[in-house]
């Protein structure tokens, strides 16, 4: 079945299943490995991209129910430069394994696109559809926070 | 300009945070295939049926292996009492029975589901104590025949493994006490639950077998992988790639040899990646544990003597178990003074998954327990809680029951002091329903073996091949990296750390037991001082200086005092390999055993905890009493670490260590059924902690700098996660006036302690 999908920026046609979900059509027609599968059932965040700038779980999402709207995956974010979210993340300790780092770049850069003064508690809020094992959160937050030009 | 102390971007966090790193499960080769493996639905049964012909005729399926097609030995850790396939019994729900590769993993997935097993089911054996005993079926009625690697060791039955020390005194000291205090612990297993699933893709080419996977442990894998296959180690070829978590779960063996058969059968690369309930049900989980303790104790305060009982539940394979049973010996000697304590460990089988390691090894649990059980004494003597610890805390010089002597024990009083300064035990705010709770622990530096090549590439910048591995916890990105930039004294984005290969990179034991940073470094700082000599060689023929004259500059080499004169890296390597002089070196290292004493006990395959660090955690905590919620309110940490060589980094693992613990302590439950089978099969049931569950742990930093260097660094990573569940669990009894001595602690378990206290 015929599907095309405006992905960064860029229009892509392909044939996919029409029970594909939008995660398989991304990382195994596509090739963006960015996006990561982590649990296949929507609890893990690792497979967040950008549907019209709102975060979806790919894993679960069909690839035919995008349509025509704006797909922005992690390859779409800080394509030239890091964007300052990303920089943040570096600065603050953010990152350990990294392999829910694509996921909780898309749902935070959703929400300071939403709300570009957040304060911790709307920031710990936002992120609980994403799970990271490594970090406890606190750099990630902090970094939100170092954006936002909130306080701890 | 320094290295060590800085707050440094970790070397892969560009890559990580642009989502472009590959991580094992993103590898991907021309021409491959997928695999799928048929695991037992039941925990104890005896297979009567296999048929394979169903999956075998389906288009576009390439193999069906079974035991049939695959070696029949058994292999293991410690004992050999694994296989590849179950052939008859089955003693595990999970246990391998065929393995399947298809043009697709959907299409693997479905012939798995078109294999037809019939299995004669018999009831598991799943509780410990039923185990024990002479009415329970053998788990492995073959367990004599087993082999164990090296010496064997106390086992029988279904006790795969027995510590046991029983040192004089103790009858006496029971006989004179004048309080005995009796408990009993139970903890359960915890899901290591890393985000990235274990994943492998095999090739097999020539005769030998190349597997890609992202693991802390390369060099076991090769080894392991050879052990089952019945091959040579340099027929397999181990290459790493970035690894998304691991926490202890990918330190072994598990799905590389089904890989490398199906690739051997069908000549295609072959890629398995679990799905999340297959993850979370072969996971080699922390395991569950009964902890019976008794304790002799004066009335003036004093613990005179003591009897501990653990059974720890290691499933229906040995794995890290016999080695595991040693860890509540040489806890129970820390950080309290106690006198003549005997201690018995039994590693115990039961048709439950196999256990195995996770992040704090055993700690998680003893530590609770033993914790716990110190609160209860203070409050029968009806002395503060935290004043009783002090009173009887293990100073300079203390000796562990292992005859280890700890000479900077008195850490643990600075550690006390310092979380005292930042949150006051006594001026803390007594509200309805909240509580405060601390705990501490000694825990060690994995002593491993570990090496790396130095390489002064042309353009000036280090090259450092190894085996070690990055797990996330910035050991290699930070750790080693900027060890390596301090050694040359350039800056630390002028390294190149490699990835692991098998074929290439020299030995590391792997990211296990917070052993990088100290072991690793160590390695680092003996190729760097050969690298410097061979460096300056060259450069006291360019500079038409002695050797002994010159120094390392910022980026360069220049005579001592006349910086003027600076040959920069990159023309001292280039000259190098103009006139045909290699600028490598290599250095190894293991930490030495520290001295103990082997009398002390048998079945001590675990018998010290080297470069010890000393840790102190407090807990404040308010329960709801309409849902038995739990709030943790504040939580300190005083961590010795030796010397910071990156704050972000060690801020980083006390954070995340202590969010884990806060899981463990809290929700993360992995339940077994009567049918010995996991009652939570995913993400959704398997509880973790999330950004709105966790604070922001109040982290306090102690540097003792280790004499051994590498520039005093010690281990780091591991032990924030050990004294979580005790700490929250005292400050939850202390909230709910009862006692809680089961983890996690569930809103049930608080809502019956209030009732039972009347609060």
Same mark, same amino acid.
């Given at each position: 079945?015929?599907?095309?999908?405006?992905?960064?920026?860029?229009?892509?046609?392909?044939?996919?299943?029409?029970?594909?979900?939008?995660?398989?059509?991304?990382?195994?027609?596509?090739?963006?490995?960015?996006?990561?599968?982590?649990?296949?059932?929507?609890?893990?965040?690792? #497979?967040?991209?950008?549907?019209?700038?709102?975060?979806?779980?790919?894993?679960? &999402?069909?690839?035919?129910?995008?349509?025509?709207?704006?797909?922005?995956?992690?390859?779409?974010?800080?394509?030239?430069?890091?964007?300052?979210?990303?920089?943040?993340?570096?600065?603050?300790?953010?990152?350990?394994?990294? &392999?829910?780092?694509?996921? &909780?770049?898309?749902?935070?850069?959703?929400?300071?696109?939403?709300?570009?003064?957040?304060?911790?508690?709307?920031?710990?809020?936002?992120?609980?559809?994403?799970? #990271?094992?490594?970090?406890?959160?606190?750099?990630?937050?902090?970094?939100?926070?170092? #954006?936002?030009?909130?306080?701890? | 300009?320094?290295?060590?102390?800085?707050?440094?971007?970790?070397?892969?966090?560009?890559?990580?945070?642009?989502?472009?790193?590959?991580?094992?499960?993103?590898?991907?080769?021309?021409?491959?295939?997928?695999?799928?493996?048929?695991?037992?639905?039941?925990?104890?049964?005896?297979?009567?049926?296999?048929?394979?012909?169903?999956?075998?005729?389906?288009?576009?399926?390439?193999?069906?292996?079974?035991?049939?097609?695959?070696?029949?030995?058994?292999?293991? !850790?410690?004992?050999?009492?694994?296989?590849?396939?179950?052939?008859?019994?089955?003693?595990?729900?999970?246990?391998?029975?065929?393995?399947?590769?298809?043009?697709?993993?959907?299409?693997?997935?479905?012939?798995?589901?078109?294999?037809?097993?019939?299995?004669?089911?018999?009831?598991?054996?799943?509780?410990? =104590?039923?185990?024990?005993?002479?009415?329970?079926? !053998?788990?492995?009625?073959?367990?004599?025949?087993?082999?164990? *690697?090296?010496?064997?060791?106390?086992?029988?039955?279904?006790?795969?493994? @027995?510590?046991?020390?029983?040192?004089?005194?103790?009858?006496?000291?029971?006989?004179?006490?004048?309080?005995?205090?009796?408990? @009993?612990?139970?903890?359960?297993?915890?899901?290591?639950?890393?985000?990235?699933?274990?994943?492998?893709?095999?090739?097999?080419?020539?005769?030998?077998?190349?597997?890609?996977?992202?693991?802390?442990?390369?060099?076991?894998?090769?080894?392991?992988?050879?052990?089952?296959?019945?091959?040579?180690?340099?027929? /397999?070829?181990?290459?790493?790639?970035?690894?998304?978590?691991?926490?202890?779960?990918?330190?072994? *063996?598990?799905?590389?040899?089904?890989?490398?058969?199906?690739?051997?059968?069908?000549?295609?690369?072959?890629?398995?990646?679990?799905?999340?309930?297959?993850?979370?049900?072969?996971?080699?989980?922390?395991?569950?544990?009964?902890?019976?303790?008794?304790?002799?104790?004066?009335?003036?305060?004093?613990?005179?003597?003591?009897?501990?009982?653990?059974?720890?539940?290691?499933?229906?394979?040995?794995?890290?178990?016999?080695?595991?049973?040693?860890?509540?010996?040489? !806890?129970?000697?820390?950080?309290?003074?106690?006198?003549?304590?005997?201690?018995?460990?039994?590693?115990?089988?039961?048709?439950?998954?196999?256990?195995?390691?996770?992040?704090? /090894?055993?700690?998680?649990?003893?530590?609770?327990?033993?914790?716990?059980?110190?609160?209860?004494?203070?409050?029968?003597?009806?002395?503060?809680?935290?004043?009783?610890?002090?009173?009887? !805390?293990?100073? =300079?010089?203390?000796?562990?029951?292992?005859?280890?002597?700890?000479?900077?024990?008195?850490?643990?009083?600075?550690?006390?002091?310092?979380?005292?300064?930042?949150?006051?035990?006594?001026?803390?705010?007594?509200?309805?329903?909240?509580?405060?709770?601390?705990?501490?622990?000694?825990?060690?530096?994995?002593?491993?073996?570990?090496?790396?090549?130095?390489?002064?590439?042309?353009?000036?910048?280090?090259?450092?091949?190894?085996?070690?591995?990055?797990?996330?916890?910035?050991?290699?990105?930070?750790?080693?990296?900027?060890?390596?930039?301090?050694?040359?004294?350039?800056?630390?984005?002028?390294?190149? /750390?490699?990835?692991?290969?098998?074929?290439?990179?020299?030995?590391?034991?792997?990211?296990?037991?917070?052993?990088?940073?100290?072991?690793?470094?160590?390695?680092?700082?003996?190729?760097?001082? @050969?690298?410097?000599?061979?460096?300056?060689?060259?450069?006291?023929?360019?500079?038409?200086?002695?050797?002994?004259?010159?120094?390392?500059?910022?980026?360069?080499?220049?005579?001592?005092?006349?910086?003027?004169?600076?040959?920069?890296?990159?023309?001292?390597?280039?000259?190098?390999?103009?006139?045909?002089?290699?600028?490598?070196?290599?250095?190894?290292?293991?930490?030495?055993?520290?001295?103990?004493?082997?009398?002390?006990?048998?079945?001590?395959?675990?018998?010290?905890?080297?470069?010890?660090?000393?840790?102190?955690?407090?807990?404040?905590?308010?329960?709801?009493? /309409?849902?038995?919620?739990?709030?943790?309110?504040?939580?300190?940490?005083?961590?010795?670490?030796?010397?910071?060589?990156?704050?972000?980094?060690?801020?980083?693992?006390?954070?995340?260590?202590?969010?884990?613990?806060?899981?463990?302590?809290?929700? @993360?439950?992995?339940?077994?059924?009567?049918?010995?089978?996991?009652?939570?099969?995913?993400?959704?049931?398997?509880?973790?902690?999330?950004?709105?569950?966790?604070?922001?742990?109040?982290?306090?930093?102690?540097?003792?700098?280790?004499?051994?260097?590498?520039?005093?660094?010690?281990?780091?990573?591991?032990?924030?996660?050990?004294?979580?569940?005790?700490?929250?669990?005292?400050?939850?009894?202390?909230? *709910?006036?009862?006692?809680? =001595?089961?983890?996690?602690?569930?809103?049930?378990?608080?809502?019956?302690?209030?009732?039972?206290?009347?609060?």
């Amino acid at each position: 079945m015929q599907l095309t999908l405006n992905v960064n920026g860029h229009t892509r046609t392909l044939d996919a299943n029409p029970a594909a979900t939008l995660l398989d059509v991304l990382r195994d027609e596509l090739g963006l490995i960015g996006t990561k599968e982590g649990c296949v059932e929507g609890e893990c965040g690792a #497979c967040t991209v950008l549907v019209d700038g709102r975060p979806v779980d790919s894993c679960i &999402f069909p690839a035919h129910a995008v349509g025509t709207r704006e797909l922005t995956t992690i390859e779409g974010v800080g394509t030239v430069d890091a964007t300052p979210l990303q920089q943040a993340m570096i600065k603050a300790g953010a990152i350990q394994c990294g &392999f829910c780092t694509p996921g &909780f770049v898309m749902t935070l850069t959703a929400l300071l696109d939403e709300n570009p003064s957040p304060d911790e508690a709307t920031i710990r809020r936002s992120l609980v559809g994403n799970i #990271c094992r490594c970090t406890g959160y606190s750099q990630i937050v902090d970094a939100v926070l170092e #954006c936002s030009g909130g306080e701890r | 300009m320094t290295a060590i102390g800085a707050a440094a971007p970790r070397s892969d966090a560009d890559t990580k945070v642009r989502g472009t790193a590959t991580y094992g499960v993103d590898v991907s080769l021309p021409g491959m295939i997928h695999g799928a493996i048929m695991r037992s639905p039941v925990a104890r049964g005896r297979i009567r049926r296999i048929d394979t012909s169903k999956a075998e005729s389906m288009p576009g399926v390439w193999a069906v292996i079974t035991a049939a097609d695959a070696p029949s030995h058994r292999t293991g !850790l410690k004992i050999r009492d694994e296989r590849m396939f179950a052939t008859d019994l089955i003693s595990f729900e999970g246990e391998p029975i065929a393995a399947v590769a298809a043009e697709s993993r959907e299409l693997a997935r479905r012939a798995v589901a078109a294999i037809e097993v019939d299995i004669d089911e018999a009831q598991p054996v799943v509780d410990m =104590d039923f185990a024990l005993t002479d009415d329970s079926p !053998l788990v492995h009625p073959e367990w004599d025949s087993y082999e164990t *690697v090296g010496d064997d060791f106390p086992r029988g039955g279904n006790v795969c493994a @027995e510590m046991s020390s029983d040192p004089e005194g103790v009858a006496e000291v029971f006989a004179i006490a004048d309080h005995i205090i009796e408990d @009993e612990y139970r903890s359960q297993r915890q899901y290591q639950a890393y985000l990235e699933p274990k994943g492998a893709v095999a090739i097999y080419e020539g005769g030998r077998y190349t597997v890609h996977i992202a693991h802390q442990y390369p060099f076991r894998v090769r080894d392991r992988l050879a052990e089952v296959l019945g091959i040579s180690s340099s027929d /397999v070829r181990i290459v790493g790639h970035h690894i998304g978590g691991g926490f202890g779960a990918k330190l072994d *063996v598990s799905l590389e040899p089904y890989a490398a058969l199906l690739a051997r059968a069908t000549g295609r690369p072959v890629k398995i990646v679990y799905e999340r309930s297959e993850d979370l049900i072969t996971c080699q989980s922390r395991e569950d544990a009964i902890f019976r303790v008794r304790s002799a104790i004066a009335s003036d305060g004093r613990i005179l003597g003591r009897e501990i009982d653990v059974l720890i539940n290691s499933g229906a394979a040995g794995t890290d178990g016999p080695y595991l049973a040693s860890i509540a010996f040489i !806890l129970a000697g820390a950080p309290y003074r106690v006198g003549p304590t005997r201690v018995r460990c039994r590693s115990v089988y039961t048709n439950t998954a196999p256990t195995g390691a996770y992040r704090g /090894v055993s700690g998680t649990h003893v530590i609770f327990a033993l914790e716990r059980h110190t609160d209860h004494i203070a409050q029968t003597l009806d002395v503060d809680r935290r004043e009783f610890r002090l009173k009887n !805390l293990i100073t =300079d010089g203390h000796t562990l029951l292992n005859g280890q002597v700890l000479p900077d024990a008195g850490i643990f009083a600075q550690a006390f002091d310092a979380v005292e300064e930042k949150a006051p035990w006594a001026e803390r705010a007594r509200e309805p329903y909240t509580g405060v709770g601390i705990a501490a622990t000694v825990w060690l530096t994995n002593p491993q073996p570990g090496s790396v090549i130095l390489k002064l590439n042309e353009d000036g910048r280090l090259g450092v091949i190894t085996g070690a591995t990055e797990n996330g916890s910035g050991a290699v990105a930070m750790g080693v990296t900027q060890i390596a930039a301090e050694e040359l004294r350039i800056s630390p984005d002028q390294v190149v /750390v490699t990835m692991p290969d098998t074929d290439t990179s020299p030995y590391d034991a792997g990211s296990q037991g917070s052993r990088t940073t100290h072991v690793v470094g160590r390695a680092v700082g003996k190729a760097a001082s @050969e690298l410097r000599q061979k460096i300056y060689e060259i450069a006291a023929t360019m500079l038409e200086a002695a050797v002994e004259d010159l120094e390392l500059v910022d980026g360069g080499v220049a005579v001592k005092g006349s910086p003027g004169s600076k040959l920069t890296l990159s023309k001292i390597a280039t000259q190098a390999t103009a006139q045909g002089e290699s600028l490598t070196a290599t250095g190894a290292h293991a930490t030495p055993q520290p001295r103990f004493d082997p009398t002390c006990a048998s079945g001590l395959l675990f018998p010290t905890f080297p470069t010890p660090t000393y840790h102190v955690h407090l807990a404040e905590v308010r329960v709801d009493p /309409v849902t038995g919620n739990v709030e943790v309110l504040r939580y300190v940490v005083a961590q010795e670490v030796g010397t910071v060589v990156n704050p972000l980094g060690i801020e980083g693992q006390v954070q995340g260590g202590v969010a884990q613990g806060l899981g463990y302590a809290l929700w @993360e439950n992995l339940t077994i059924g009567e049918d010995g089978r996991y009652q939570q099969r995913n993400l959704e049931s398997y509880r973790l902690p999330l950004a709105t569950d966790v604070p922001r742990v109040e982290t306090i930093i102690l540097e003792h700098p280790d004499e051994g260097g590498p520039y005093g660094a010690k281990g780091v990573a591991e032990p924030p996660i050990v004294p979580v569940a005790a700490a929250i669990a005292n400050a939850v009894s202390d909230a *709910v006036g009862a006692p809680i =001595d089961t983890i996690p602690i569930t809103p049930q378990a608080v809502l019956e302690a209030l009732s039972r206290s009347g609060r």
